[in-house]
């Protein structure tokens, strides 16, 4: 026997053991399916029936039931009535007996006589439901009595005005008012029994009891020749059709006499119907053999076909210059994969496990890995996300390799495996590196030319800073105060990858609490690099004193006005010390590229120099930690365009940098006009890490605290709250001290003041002392 198969009109057959008997040459049409590509699932076998009532069983049940019923509702419907129509009878009688006996005794209550109340009494007794008659009179003596009246009737015979019926259940009582036309009144009380209107139901019931019998036993001898009748033909036909359905197809048909009722009908349709099955399944055996033989032949060239695909796929995937290979949701790779991975990683292990494979080149990798597949598999997040978290990058075998996860879901949305793409950015990466230290060095470049000496003192405290932070030297808040003023000055020049550097150095200074010297040297080995190509582009060191134009026009005016020799020489020694203009500059030009960074709109700077002039050597730790300062205005005081606005100000920010002397003071001055210093904020940071905060002057020793930021978060510009405090120890080295005013919504100012006397010759003017005094 075959399975058969069928598909849109079209049979496929397979072979499969006999389900039928061995001798019948049946078979069984197992399914019907609707598309080619995949196998129909072998059927559930049928559940057996529980066995039930026989259709004799029920068709008995039936008639006994239907003719049990209307002879109950007949005997009940006709007992009802009948009981009901002598009950009417009897108290119809009982009113007669009332009005009647009422009239006949009207001149016994006149008169007063008894014997014309038995007279008419009497009579009336003849009638077998009479149980009593009294005659009562109009003061309530028994005027004539016959049989007893029931004892609680005595108080209804008071004030009867119109005859009234009392139904009871063993009595029907009137009540009749006798007026006799002489004047006297009376009262007489009917009783009549129905003792026999109960006997008569007794009969009745049991003659309904005795024809509901007979009627059941009658119903129950025709129930059971109709239902035998029907049952044996209907279990014919059930008989055929139960071997039908287990493939006996070439049994005899159904004979039922040539009977034409509807049994008779549905045998004829089931004979036609068996016998259209039986060339249906030929035709389809048919068919079958057809279409199996087709199958075979369309199969073989499948194969064929995919296997000419599989080839061309594996010299693809062995020929491909990136990775490919797919991971079920237990991490396991799927056999076909590119060859190149065997190059780059070695061969596969014979567990198939990517951790694992991934683990023998970097265990750190894999254990990240594995901790994101497994929240990928887990699903408690959007696939997107999850897919997201896992190593985009990996540095394997000396390699870079950057990695894409596309997932392959299943026809229910869920995961089902992954694809991996990997691909050796390695070259990539070096190409970018050298673009951008190609970029970097021209900006250097561009800073020697425009200020060859500030770049050359720039140049001399990174590497000081540089050489601290490698040697281990520094530790604590000098160490991050190192870090921080180096990846400030260091984004100023725009040496990003020295930033960079810090900030991740930064970063681990946060988690570790030192530095190792293998931690610090891939900053030494940058510095390096850097200071190489630096040596280049400077060429050639030489000792000589640059002057400005402005410095050029003083003098010759003075030399030309016979000025006096210690003003000259005044002028001509201070050559030899920096303007402050040039530092106040450099300022603003990183508060403007600083601005850049952040996407904010350019500050607009005012500088007043004042023609100051200060020792090199002894202010660069200042000027270089004063950016800080600025960096903090831009950062954390200017408001957004939109922002100044809406407050009345004009949308660009505004800076002020000011060097000033006087008499007894030298300061340096930092401004701005944004939303001035949160307090309030700076307040909460204090109580949080114990410092005091009762007065402003407590706030602004806090606002100076190592490790104070009022920021929640660390970015690459603020966070650390180590600025500040570098600032601050800059100035309290030069003997100086920092004076803060901030108003809400106007802006702050950063005040660093000095002693002239204490700062001595090293502070000058190319004024002349006169005009200095003045």
């Not at 014997?115 to 009562?136: G, K, N």
């Not at 994101?372 to 997040?381: K, Q, R, S, T």
């Not at 600025?723 to 120890?729: E, K």
Request: aromatic share 6%; charged share 25%; with cysteine.
């Amino acid at each position: 026997m075959e399975h058969t198969e069928l598909e849109r009109g079209t049979a496929s057959v397979r072979p499969g053991p006999p389900t039928g008997p061995a001798d019948s040459g049946a078979i069984r049409v197992q399914q019907i399916i609707a598309t080619p590509s995949k196998r129909a699932p072998r059927p559930a076998p049928e559940k057996k029936p529980r066995r039930g009532l026989s259709i004799l069983q029920k068709l008995l049940i039936l008639i006994l039931s239907l003719v049990l019923g209307v002879v109950a509702m007949l005997g009940v419907y006709l007992l009802t009535g009948q009981v009901a129509d002598m009950r009417a009878g009897l108290e119809l009688k009982a009113a007669a007996y009332g009005r009647l006996v009422s009239k006949q005794v009207e001149s016994a209550i006149a008169f007063d006589d008894r014997e014309t109340a038995r007279e008419v009494f009497d009579s009336v007794a003849q009638d077998a439901d009479v149980e009593s008659l009294t005659l009562f009179t109009a003061k309530g003596n028994v005027l004539r009595a016959w049989g007893s009246m029931s004892s609680d009737l005595s108080q209804e015979i008071n004030g009867v005005m119109a005859q009234k019926m009392l139904v009871r259940k063993e009595q029907i009582v009137v009540l009749a008012p006798v007026v006799s036309l002489e004047g006297p009144r009376g009262t007489l009380v009917v009783e009549l029994s129905t003792r026999r209107l109960t006997e008569s139901l007794a009969r009745a019931r049991q003659r309904a009891a005795l024809a509901f019998v007979l009627a059941a036993l009658l119903g129950a001898v025709g129930a059971f020749s109709i239902a035998r009748s029907l049952s044996r033909r209907l279990q014919a036909i059930a008989n055929a059709a139960d071997a039908a359905a287990a493939g006996d197809l070439n049994q005899k048909p159904v004979d039922d006499g040539q009977r034409g009722d509807e049994i008779g009908v549905m045998v004829t349709a089931f004979n036609a119907m068996l016998r259209q099955i039986r060339e249906l399944v030929e035709h389809i055996r048919k068919v079958a053999r057809e279409e199996q033989a087709r199958l075979t032949q369309l199969v073989a060239e499948r194969t064929a076909e995919l296997d000419a695909r599989n080839g061309d796929m594996r010299r693809v995937l062995d020929n491909v210059g990136q990775g490919f290979l797919t991971i079920n949701t237990r991490g396991q790779m799927s056999r076909e994969r590119s060859r190149i991975l065997e190059t780059w990683f070695g061969k596969a292990p014979e567990s198939g496990s990517f951790i694992e494979y991934l683990g023998r080149l970097d265990p750190t990798a894999a254990a990240w890995f594995a901790l994101g597949w497994d929240a990928v598999v887990e699903g408690m997040l959007p696939l997107e996300v999850t897919l997201d978290q896992l190593p985009k990058r990996l540095f394997l075998a000396g390699r870079h390799f950057q990695v894409e996860y596309r997932p392959i879901l299943d026809a229910n949305g869920a995961l089902e495996r992954a694809l991996l793409v990997l691909s050796d950015v390695t070259a990539v990466l070096e190409r970018e590196r050298a673009e951008a230290d190609e970029r970097e060095v021209t900006r250097l470049f561009t800073r020697i030319v425009a200020d060859r000496a500030g770049f050359l003192e720039f140049f001399a405290e990174a590497r000081a800073l540089v050489d601290a932070v490698s040697s281990g030297a520094l530790d604590g808040e000098r160490l991050k105060r190192s870090l921080h003023t180096l990846k400030g000055n260091a984004a100023i020049y725009g040496i990003d990858s020295v930033a960079r550097l810090c900030h991740e150095l930064e970063d681990t200074l946060a988690d570790t609490a030192t530095l190792s010297e293998q931690d610090a040297s891939p900053l030494s080995a940058r510095w390096n690099e850097l200071s190489s190509k630096v040596r280049v582009l400077l060429g050639e060191s030489r000792d000589r004193l640059e002057i400005s134009e402005d410095d050029y026009q003083q003098i010759s005016k003075a030399v030309g006005a016979h000025a006096p020799h210690a003003e000259i020489q005044n002028m001509i020694q201070s050559w030899r010390l920096e303007p402050t203009e040039s530092r106040l500059r450099r300022v603003a030009e990183h508060a403007e590229a600083f601005a850049a960074r952040l996407e904010k709109a350019p500050p607009s700077v005012d500088i007043e120099h004042n023609q100051l002039r200060l020792r090199a050597e002894d202010w660069s730790e200042f000027w270089s930690a004063s950016i800080h300062v600025v960096r903090n205005s831009i950062d954390h005081g200017l408001e957004t365009p939109e922002e100044r606005t809406q407050a009345g100000k004009s949308p660009e920010g505004h800076l002020g940098f000011r060097t000033r002397l006087t008499a007894t003071h030298f300061s340096v001055e930092f401004s701005d006009d944004g939303r001035g210093i949160d307090w309030a904020r700076v307040s909460e940071k204090a109580k949080a890490s114990g410092l005091a905060v009762a007065t402003r002057k407590d706030l602004i020793e806090a606002l100076f605290a190592d490790g104070l930021s009022t920021r929640d978060a660390v970015t690459q510009s603020s966070g650390r709250g180590v600025g500040l405090a570098a600032v601050r120890t800059a100035c309290q080295k030069l003997g100086g001290a920092v004076e803060v005013e901030s108003e809400a919504g106007k802006g702050s100012l950063f005040r660093f003041v000095w002693p002239a006397a204490v700062l001595g010759a090293q502070l000058r003017s190319s004024r002349s002392p006169q005009s200095l005094a003045r």
